[in-house]
């Protein structure tokens, strides 16, 4: 079993859909919660960033953790087709600089 | 600002051949990774380094793999010799200090070994 679990979709959704993406982890020793979006041929980018449980909000994009349950969310309202690309958890034990452990992605497409 | 420059951005190789890619990570970030990201995968780190320091190689299959950060700025990783199971996108980040946890990526360098 990996340590960080996520379903690669793909996902296909009309704009202006809710999008609800997902990833279950096992350690619980992680503490830092991050999705990354990544466009095709391009690096990931940081798009959010949680320490520990709760909620986070930035424009069109809420974050959710729970510790309790291992379980991370990532929310896009008004989904646009701009929104079409990879979205990677990511988690990390502390902000000393160490890796990154990612899931694999999900797949997300967002037709006009 | 420059983000995280990567060169080269593809390269097909052959097998038992040997590549090199470069990084030059954003000005003033002391902390630099190599990722490496199989297709449909998420990346997994292969090496990080702290200035010129290697801090973390565990996962970097060193039989093969060497890199090297001299002066604490550029980086290259190199495979020697290459194997078909090497293709992958060879992704650096770059982190600054204190406490800016963002780790940025470059565009990554496509690998191909035929």
């Known amino acids: 079993q990996k340590e960080v679990e996520q379903d690669p979709g793909p996902l296909s959704v009309p704009e202006g859909a809710i999008v609800s993406l997902n990833c279950t982890y096992s350690?619980?020793?992680?503490?830092?919660f991050m999705w990354y979006r990544q466009y095709s041929r391009k690096g990931p980018e940081l798009l959010m960033y949680t320490y520990s449980s709760g909620n986070k909000e930035d424009g069109r994009f809420t974050a959710q953790v729970d510790k309790s349950s291992k379980y991370i969310s990532l929310f896009i309202r008004d989904s646009q087709p701009s929104d079409s690309a990879t979205y990677l958890c990511a988690m990390s034990y502390n902000q000393a600089g160490t890796a990154l452990i990612f899931g694999k992605g999900t797949t997300l497409s967002v037709s006009s | 600002e420059a983000g995280v420059v990567q060169s080269p951005r593809y390269k097909i190789i052959e097998k038992k051949q040997p590549v090199a890619f470069w990084c030059n990570p954003i000005?003033?970030?002391?902390?630099l990774y190599w990722y490496r990201q199989n297709l449909g995968q998420g990346p997994e780190l292969l090496i990080r380094?702290?200035?010129?320091?290697?801090?973390?190689d565990s996962q970097l299959p060193k039989d093969r793999f060497s890199a090297e950060r001299l002066k604490g700025v550029d980086s290259t990783l190199k495979i020697q010799p290459a194997e078909l199971g090497d293709s992958a996108v060879y992704l650096c980040?770059?982190?600054?200090?204190?406490?800016?946890?963002?780790?940025?990526f470059g565009p990554g360098t496509r690998l191909t070994v035929t």
């Open positions: 350690n619980s020793a992680f503490q830092y």
């Open positions: 980040a770059s982190r600054g200090v204190g406490g800016n946890y963002e780790q940025y």
């Open positions: 380094y702290e200035n010129e320091e290697a801090v973390d």
């Open positions: 000005s003033g970030h002391n902390t």
